[in-house]
């Protein structure tokens, strides 16, 4: 499968604890994308990287949330101390950069987060 | 005013009937539109892409954009039980997407 994959796809997890989420992009793609979905809502972006470096942070993002990307492969995504609100699925986008922004994201499977 | 709306839905259609779907952005400099189809509980997958007024047509998929209008839409032919999913539109700004809420169809048997 060469598609985006990403780890676990599914946590629960009580408040107040620390999870850390996994993805690795399409092999060639240089562009990475975190964004979350709650039910009902489309996906709303959260940060963005190309190659090992971030170069866009949502406001969604509060200081609890922090990702990296090293060696610009796969990424991590980590939440500190979550919170009942932060229960959503995390999903993780892929993309190569075409010299624009109209590159094509493709999604992974998603880590679906449930904080007790 | 959301930078993507789409209808509300939900939309339900018989069996062999065309599912219309519609969507409206904010941005007039948007060059580029995407339409996703995302099934309950699963990531969304890309079905459409495009960047010109007119239509673009992909098997039982046709995506109409008209950029004076700042209107998307896709229209889903002789709809099929598969097709019941929840459909997004996502429009580009600065290399991150904006999603529309969905419109979640049924295709009824």
């Known amino acids: 499968d060469t598609g985006v994959s990403q780890d676990p796809r599914h946590k629960i997890t009580k408040r107040g604890q620390n999870v850390t989420f996994r993805c690795d992009p399409i092999?060639?793609?240089?562009?990475l994308y975190w964004y979350r979905q709650t039910l009902g809502q489309g996906p709303e972006f959260l940060t963005y990287?190309?190659?090992?470096?971030?170069?866009?942070k949502s406001r969604l993002l509060s200081d609890r949330f922090s990702a990296e990307r090293p060696k610009g492969s796969f990424s991590t995504l980590e939440i500190q101390r979550t919170e009942q609100g932060d229960s959503a699925m995390y999903l993780c986008?892929?993309?190569?950069?075409?010299?624009?922004?109209?590159?094509?994201?493709?999604f992974g499977p998603g880590t679906r987060l449930t904080v007790l | 005013q959301k930078e993507v709306e789409q209808n509300s839905g939900p939309l339900s259609v018989p069996e062999g009937a065309i599912a219309s779907l519609n969507c409206t952005y904010s941005?007039?400099?948007?060059?580029?539109f995407f339409w996703y189809r995302q099934y309950s509980g699963k990531s969304p997958e890309l079905i459409m892409s495009?960047?010109?007024?007119g239509d673009k047509e992909d098997g039982r998929f046709t995506a109409q954009l008209n950029k004076a209008s700042q209107y998307v839409s896709l229209l889903i032919r002789d709809s099929q039980p598969s097709d019941s999913a929840t459909y997004l539109c996502?429009?580009?700004?600065?290399?991150?997407?904006?999603f529309g809420a969905g419109t979640t169809v049924t295709v009824r048997a």
């Open positions: 941005d007039r400099v948007s060059q580029s």
């Open positions: 986008a892929s993309s190569l950069a075409a010299g624009g922004a109209t590159d094509t994201q493709y």
């Open positions: 990287f190309q190659n090992e470096a971030q170069l866009e």
């Open positions: 996502a429009v580009p700004r600065d290399y991150k997407l904006s």
């Open positions: 092999s060639e793609h240089n562009r």
């Open positions: 495009i960047y010109s007024n």
